[in-house]
């Protein structure tokens, strides 16, 4: 259960948020005061409210996205939470949902 407690400060969507697995998720305010009005920052999922959880390589999201989703095939992206899909270099490829390019 979800409460201001568990985040660094007295606003619930400011800072972060533990999640029953104790991976750091970041949380933004969407316009409201409640916790269920926080969303997953880029690069985490998760409901409204939270908790977010970190999008694995090779996987994305835009801020108040649920689910990752994966980097397009061409594409790729190294490491896990946020960060964008990078294009591979000339001469090499990658299928979707990469986290590195080959020759």
């Known amino acids: 259960r979800i409460s201001t407690t568990d985040f660094v400060d007295s606003d619930p969507c400011s800072g972060l948020y533990l999640n029953a697995e104790l991976e750091v998720g970041y949380l933004s305010s969407k316009g409201g005061s409640a916790v269920a009005d926080c969303v997953c920052m880029p690069g985490y999922e998760g409901p409204d409210g939270g908790p ?11 801020e108040g996205s649920e689910s990752c989703v994966e980097c397009e095939a061409g594409t ?20 979707s949902g990469s986290s590195t390019c080959s020759a």
């Not at 977010?52 to 835009?62: L, S």
Request: net charge neutral.
């Open 52 to 62: 977010c959880t970190a999008c694995e390589a090779g996987k994305y999201t835009a």
């Open 76 to 95: 790729y992206k190294a490491g896990a939470g946020p960060g964008s899909c990078e294009v591979c270099g000339a001469g090499t490829y990658s299928g």
